[in-house]
């Protein structure tokens, strides 16, 4: 899951920290975003690669307290569960019914951390230098962007990024990224539910229910 989610602040943190004009439609919805009291929001994963004779879909949700606290959610039923509730994160298996206890800054989970904005490394400043620019299209309240990489380690991994938001919601609706092997990851984001009450309970885990790894 972390490579699959990266992409999203390290593309957030290079586009709003560039100053030409034709960005500034997304830098004012990133912005709004920000002030999400909540959000709540399901997804669509879709991975391709040449090594697989058919595609690999998969369904999920995220619940998420901006700055606060987060559930991102994989499989229907859930096949992994990544909780943080303002201290510690917690990565969950259920099949194998075990879990692992990290440090925010742990680089598991750091890529995580960084998609939702969390964390001083998600500022726009530090990040604004991972990826350069190649096209921007806005059309009918959507904005889109297509980006590479700059930086040598990120570029063995990822070669190419396409990020689709929705201007009237101020949230993304399309986040793909080709890897250097021809693998390709679509994530598709419905419409999200804004400012809506999450229950505390979301954010906490019965943890007699797993066996946990150091």
Same mark, same amino acid.
């Given at each position: 899951?972390p490579?699959q989610?990266?992409?999203i602040?390290?593309?957030?943190t290079?586009?709003?920290?560039?100053?030409?004009?034709?960005?500034?439609?997304f830098?004012?919805?990133?912005?709004k975003?920000?002030?999400?009291?909540?959000?709540? @929001?399901?997804?669509?994963? $879709? #991975?391709?690669?040449?090594? +697989?004779s058919s595609d690999? =879909?998969?369904?999920?949700q %995220?619940? &998420?307290?901006p700055?606060k606290?987060f559930?991102?959610?994989?499989?229907?039923?859930?096949?992994?569960?990544?909780?943080?509730n303002g201290?510690?994160v917690? @990565?969950?298996e259920?099949? $194998? #019914?075990?879990?692992?206890r +990290?440090?925010?800054?742990? =680089?598991k989970?750091?890529p %995580?951390? &960084?998609?939702?904005?969390?964390?001083?490394?998600?500022?726009f400043?530090?990040?604004?230098?991972a990826?350069?620019i190649?096209s921007?299209?806005?059309d009918?309240?959507?904005?889109?962007? $297509?980006l590479?990489p700059?930086?040598?380690?990120?570029k063995?991994?990822?070669?190419?990024l %396409?990020m689709?938001?929705?201007?009237s919601?101020?949230?993304t609706?399309?986040i793909?990224?080709?890897?250097?092997?021809g693998t390709?990851t679509?994530?598709?984001?419905?419409?999200?539910?804004i400012?809506t009450n999450?229950p505390a309970?979301?954010f906490?885990?019965?943890?007699?229910?797993y066996?946990?790894?150091k």
């Open positions: 899951m490579r989610i990266i992409t602040l390290l593309i957030l290079g586009i709003a920290a560039a100053k030409t004009p034709e960005l500034l439609p830098k004012q919805a990133l912005q975003q920000a002030n999400h009291k909540s959000v709540v @929001v399901k997804f669509r994963q $879709t #991975k391709k690669s040449p090594a +697989l690999v =879909k998969k369904t999920g %995220l619940w &998420l307290l700055k606290a559930r991102w959610e994989l499989g229907q039923p859930a096949e992994k569960t990544v909780i943080y201290k510690d917690l @990565v969950l259920h099949k $194998t #019914k075990t879990a692992r +990290l440090s925010p800054n742990n =680089k989970v750091k %995580l951390f &960084l998609t939702l904005g969390m964390g001083e490394d998600s500022s400043e530090k990040m604004s230098s990826f350069k190649n921007t299209n806005k009918k309240g959507r904005y889109a962007v $297509t590479s700059k930086k040598r380690s990120i063995r991994h990822i070669k190419s %396409l689709q938001l929705n201007l919601t101020s949230f609706e399309i793909s990224w080709t890897q250097r092997d390709q679509i994530t598709e984001f419905a419409r999200p539910k400012n999450i309970s979301t906490q885990v019965n943890e007699s229910n066996t946990w790894k």
